[in-house]
């Protein structure tokens, strides 16, 4: 198996616009925490911007095709063995967690520690429980803890068990093959729910947050995915050549759409833990789509410089944006006498745009330290 020796620019450019997006996201939920504040045409068109939980399935999918490809490299095991991969993961990871976690903190205890009608009061107020949680990255296993003190750092805690299991997962690649792992990973990530649920623990099939078992088949979905677009297995090389990816991402794009607005019998939604799955498909998708064709439009945009140098930061970007967000809009935005509209624009674009600045210089103090030196 033989994976990319350059860089891959697309995908910094896929973070960016994840990130982004969860950025825009969270800024309409700042104007609208209840979704009925804006009316007729701009409730359409911001409409477009209520899939922030869709996003982080992308960052997941994500995670998994980037770790895979030193995999490959490696026959298959983790570069350096478990305890390195282990190490590096969490050097990379959980410094800047830290940092944003005590910055946040400190906000909350200055600026933006009271409940003022908006998104961000999911955060508050800050318990003993959940600072305690946090610390562990236990937060998402608990209803009142997974939103508490930033929103956003529910996914960190996610994610970091599931690099526990990536070992496994790799094992499972070289006994039964890399589709036959990957439908063990979905199988037993959505079986791992019912003993979750019995357990007491936040695994809600619709909630937007939370422990997310289902991640772990996402997380599948990225490695397979590695190795469809890389790989000189001759099974994947077949689904590489043979399976239409562009048109599989626009299908599966479709689908989460209609699966978000679609009624069941009892008038609720398709739930989120079953519609991440088609998520994760149309992820996969998009991360071949654009791999295996590197003349494609979608892929030199992904590439365009300025587009892949947000995305170096990304992870600083979903770490500290949401309580830069409420300073912006609590002592700027909110006093301004314009339209919910008008005031939303200015969030995701004048608010955007002071967000990226302010997570690069945190970028600089908390995460590039903890990079490896050099591509």
């Not at 937060?139 to 930033?150: K, R, S």
């Not at 990530?189 to 019912?194: E, K, Q, T, V």
């Amino acid at each position: 198996m033989l994976a990319p020796q350059s860089h891959l620019g697309y995908l910094d450019g896929l973070r960016a616009a994840a990130a982004l997006y969860v950025v825009v996201f969270h800024a309409l939920i700042q104007i609208e925490p209840d979704g009925k504040t804006l009316t007729g045409v701009a409730k359409a068109c911001a409409a477009l911007f209520t899939f922030g939980h869709h996003a982080v399935d992308l960052f997941i999918v994500i995670s998994g095709f980037c770790l895979m490809l030193p995999a490959l490299k490696n026959g298959g095991h983790p570069a350096g063995g478990t305890r390195t991969f282990l190490w590096k993961r969490a050097r990379r990871i959980l410094p800047p967690y830290f940092i944003a976690l005590a910055c946040t903190l400190l906000l909350i205890a200055l600026w933006v520690g009271h409940k003022t009608g908006t998104g961000w009061d999911a955060s508050l107020p800050v318990t003993q429980k959940g600072l305690v949680t946090h610390v562990l990255l236990l937060q998402d296993a608990f209803v009142d803890t997974a939103e508490q003190i930033n929103g956003a750092f529910w996914s960190i805690s996610v994610e970091w068990r599931i690099y526990f299991a990536f070992p496994v997962l790799l094992f499972a690649w070289r006994k039964v093959g890399p589709v036959g792992a990957t439908a063990l990973a979905i199988l037993a990530a959505y079986a791992l729910r019912y003993p979750i649920l019995w357990a007491g623990l936040d695994c809600n099939a619709d909630a937007l947050v939370g422990i997310m078992p289902q991640y772990l088949g996402l997380f599948a979905l990225g490695m397979l995915g590695a190795g469809i677009s890389f790989s000189h297995d001759a099974r994947l090389t077949q689904m590489r050549n043979r399976v239409p990816w562009m048109a599989l991402m626009y299908v599966t794009l479709a689908l989460v759409f209609v699966l978000y607005k679609v009624k069941l019998f009892h008038g609720s939604r398709v739930p989120v833990a079953y519609s991440d799955l088609v998520t994760g498909i149309w992820a996969m998708s998009l991360l071949i789509a654009v791999s295996v064709s590197d003349k494609s439009r979608l892929r030199q945009l992904l590439g365009w410089k300025p587009v892949a140098f947000v995305g170096t930061f990304a992870y600083s970007i979903y770490l500290i944006h949401g309580p830069i967000q409420q300073i912006i809009w609590q002592y700027g935005l909110s006093r301004l006498p314009f339209q919910p509209v008008v005031i939303f624009i200015l969030q995701a674009t004048l608010g955007t745009a002071i967000i990226i600045g302010v997570s690069y210089g945190f970028f600089l103090f908390a995460e590039r330290p903890f990079l490896k030196r050099g591509r």
